[in-house]
């Protein structure tokens, strides 16, 4: 009986992790495409996350980091600065018009931000790159 019990447990435990697994991978998928539909967004932001998904902010935030292994900010920044470095490659636009495509309301935010992420400016990123 107590076999029984037991192996009637590790199903119904395997039977509910599949499930959270399959419906926290649907979670997954639609935050990473709001985040990249609306990176360019000064909104942009886990309140506006939260809201679209009609969940908690701290729920999400939790979730987010559990799933991704980095918090909703960094994985922001990191989409922005990879297109950053996109169009600084392409030469599209001054950094002022850059900043503003990729969500940042100042230049020197933006170019601070740059530099902290790849060590080197955004004009010495395109003058290597060109």
């Known amino acids: 009986l ?4 037991k192996r009637i447990s590790f199903d119904i435990r395997r039977i509910i992790d599949d499930k959270k697994e399959s419906g926290n991978t649907e979670l997954v998928e639609q935050m990473l495409a709001y985040i990249h539909q609306n990176y360019a967004s000064y909104q942009l932001s886990l309140q506006s996350l939260a809201e679209e998904l009609q969940m908690s902010p701290s729920y999400l935030s939790r979730y987010f980091k559990e799933q991704t292994g ?16 996109e169009l600084l490659r392409s030469g599209d636009g001054n950094l002022q018009h850059i900043a503003e495509q990729i969500g940042y309301g ?7 931000k740059f530099k902290e992420q790849e060590g080197i400016t955004p004009g010495e990123y395109r003058s290597l790159n060109q």
């Open 70 to 85: 980095q918090n909703l900010t960094q994985y922001v920044n990191r989409v922005r600065m990879n297109k950053a470095k």
């Open 106 to 112: 100042s230049v020197s935010g933006f170019i601070r």
């Open 2 to 5: 107590i076999e029984l019990v």
